[in-house]
């Protein structure tokens, strides 16, 4: 495989043939419309509100999370007015289990986890699609952006939507050949901007077309992550050091730190060369957090385990792109498989903020090739 464009198969992303398929519908915008196109295209349509939280009132603040009692109603609102028939699926104990104990597990190990990532992984494409499978549907319908491409041999490709500016293929990199089999994303060959969005939903009489967006962690209210974990893993002073062992300061919890990090170090003592510092290590082993200069971040290859393939799993090194973080850039690099575990990752130039417990997804021009959770680095400097 090489970095060139994947050739634009032929036939679209779902035959025409009419479904029987479920629309998970989080009470927003994005998830009503995408509803409303699969059931315009003829589609029979169910829609679902998944009950994350066995306590709904305390996953929002003012735009903050996806999960509350006023999120289901606005589902149930949308739903009434697509005219499809709406239910409330209680998956929270599986979501508390999965994705919110999986976060602070990872935290606590000095890794940073992607809990959006999980999610899709853990509730919507395997507790949800599982049951919808078993109660005869073909399909979820979900409104991320983008796209499932059917070749003409039959097989199924994951590509990025058509709109970059809104492309969320990173957190569907997850997804393995089974599950894409039966998902459709109606967003994904939009392009336009979310204002349009929101105009075909107001067009379509939705009464959410104006509804903010939820963003940050849908379980963590107020955003605050470092108090979230502190209240569940409980304070635990440690040393905030440099690269040569020294203590410039203290912390209240490793787990409050994530790599490259530079604001809220509270460290009295500048670098000798006046320039910041920045989160470099994070050792539970030791309740300590290394710190250092910005150069010190550069990572020029890393270790990946747990591969998911959303397709054949590649042989050999190949050339590809890959993304780090949900709205990261591409960068190239070369990457191989070994003994069919550990994913080795190369970079062609130094890339900073990479940090054990993230994903790494693998593209070949717009198609997502497969994923795999970053378990060590390497540094471009001597040091950590």
């Keep these: 495989m090489t970095l060139t464009e994947t ?46 939280s066995a306590n709904p009132q305390s996953f929002r603040t003012g735009a903050r999370g996806c999960c509350t009692i006023e999120d289901s109603r606005d589902a149930r609102r949308a739903a009434d007015v697509i005219g499809i028939p709406f ?49 005869g549907f073909d399909a979820v319908v979900t409104g991320h952006y983008a796209k499932v491409i059917v070749r003409e041999d039959g097989t199924r490709e994951l590509h990025r ?92 919890g490793a787990f409050g730190y994530t790599i490259g990090q530079r604001k809220g170090l509270r460290i009295g003592t500048p670098a000798p060369d006046g320039k910041p510092r920045y989160v470099l290590d994070i050792s539970p082993v030791n309740n300590t957090v290394t710190v250092g200069p910005a150069a010190a971040l550069d990572v020029t290859a890393l270790t990946a385990i747990k591969p998911r393939w959303c397709g054949v799993a590649p042989s050999g090194a190949g050339t590809y792109t890959a993304q780090l973080r949900a709205h990261g850039d591409e960068t190239p690099v070369t990457a191989e498989l070994i003994e069919g575990s550990e994913l080795r990752v190369t970079f062609d130039e130094p890339v900073r903020g990479v940090a054990p417990g993230q994903a790494v997804v693998l593209y070949d021009g717009t198609r997502v090739v497969g994923s795999a959770t970053i378990a060590t680095t390497e540094r471009a400097t001597a040091g950590v």
């Design 7 to 52: 050739p634009q198969p032929q036939t679209s992303q779902r035959s025409q043939r009419p479904l029987r398929v479920l629309a998970a519908m989080s009470g927003g915008v994005d998830s009503a419309v995408a509803a409303a196109r699969a059931a315009e295209a003829g589609h029979d349509v169910t829609g679902v509100h998944l009950a994350l």
């Design 87 to 135: 239910y409330v699926w209680d998956l929270a104990e599986r979501f508390r289990e999965d994705v919110v104990e999986d976060f602070i597990a990872e935290y606590e190990a000095g890794r940073t986890p992607n809990p959006c990532l999980r999610c899709n992984e853990k509730i919507k494409f395997a507790a949800l699609l599982d049951k919808a499978l078993a109660l």
């Design 161 to 252: 939507a058509s709109d970059m500016a809104k492309d969320q293929s990173y957190v569907l990199g997850v997804l393995d050949d089974r599950q894409l089999a039966h998902a459709m994303f109606p967003l994904g060959d939009t392009v336009t901007t979310k204002e349009e969005i929101r105009a075909e939903a107001e067009e379509r009489g939705l009464a959410v077309a104006k509804k903010p967006d939820s963003h940050d962690i849908c379980f963590i209210a107020d955003g605050d992550t470092q108090g979230f974990l502190a209240s569940r893993l409980g304070k635990a002073e440690g040393d905030i050091v440099d690269e040569s062992g020294e203590v410039l300061g203290t912390h209240e």
